[in-house]
T-cell receptor
Framework: QQQVKQSPQSLIVQKGGISIINCAYE??????FPWYQQFPGKGPALLIA?????SEKKEGRFTISFNKSAKQFSLHIMDSQPGDSATYFC????????????FGGGTRLMVKP | EAQVTQNPRYLITVTGKKLTVTCSQN?????MSWYRQDPGLGLRQIYY???????DKGDVPEGYKVSRKEKRNFPLILESPSPNQTSLYFC?????????????FGNGTRLTVT
């Protein structure tokens, strides 16, 4: 079974809107939660990451919200742009397991002009 | 340019015919890893290597082999490919294995086994 569940599988947002992608995890030993962005024909690239000692991290238009008690975290893309159209993956890893990431199933985001 | 290079980009083969997908990085990274990407399942780790001559299984190692004889190269070997290994494969590397070292991915190899 997937240890990191991601939803929705696909998302269509109008330009300027807010895109929200959610992830839930089961393993309480996870303590590093990155998001990766993947454009067609390319490999994923790290977008933003959070550790559970903070509840929110913001970088430009991208924000991760983290709810430790609910074992959930989400990516918010403010003022979504057509250039944000990509597949987004959440991931998690255990303490001291660094880059041995467990990925969610991915969300294909389309931002309509 | 700093990059992870995979070859080939596309590969069509038949069941049982041994194949190798090459991966090379020019960033002097210690950590390298192979993932497969399947719709709805995200990326799943096949094998990883903490450093030269040190490799270990990921979540889905069955049917795959790897070797790390040099720091820059980490080939993925399918001794006897089967149709269930049809997938999109990614090689990735990072300076170290810790979470402060982001993974750098190659552009992928799309494998079809008939």
């Amino acid at each position: 079974q997937q240890q990191v569940k991601q939803s929705p599988q696909s998302l269509i947002v109008q330009k300027g809107g807010i895109s929200i992608i959610n992830c839930a995890y089961e393993n309480t030993a996870f303590d590093y939660f990155p998001w990766y962005q993947q454009f067609p024909g390319k490999g994923p690239a790290l977008l933003i990451a959070i550790r559970p000692d903070v509840s929110e991290k913001k970088e430009g238009r991208f924000t991760i919200s983290f709810n430790k008690s609910a074992k959930q975290f989400s990516l918010h893309i403010m003022d979504s742009q057509p250039g944000d159209s990509a597949t987004y993956f959440c991931a998690a890893s255990r303490r001291n397991a660094g880059n041995m990431l467990t990925f969610g199933g991915g969300t294909r985001l389309m931002v309509k002009p | 340019e700093a990059q992870v290079t995979q070859n080939p980009r596309y590969l069509i083969t038949v069941t049982g015919k041994k194949l190798t997908v090459t991966c090379s990085q020019n960033m002097n990274h210690e950590y390298m890893s192979w993932y497969r990407q399947d719709p709805g399942l995200g990326l799943r780790q096949i094998y990883y290597s903490m450093n030269v001559e040190v490799t270990d299984k990921g979540d889905v190692p069955e049917g795959y082999k790897v070797s790390r004889k040099e720091k820059r190269n980490f080939p993925l070997i399918l001794e006897s490919p089967s149709p269930n290994q049809t997938s999109l494969y990614f090689c990735a590397s990072s300076l170290r294995s810790g979470f402060n070292s982001p993974l750098h991915f190659g552009n992928g190899t799309r494998l079809t086994v008939t």
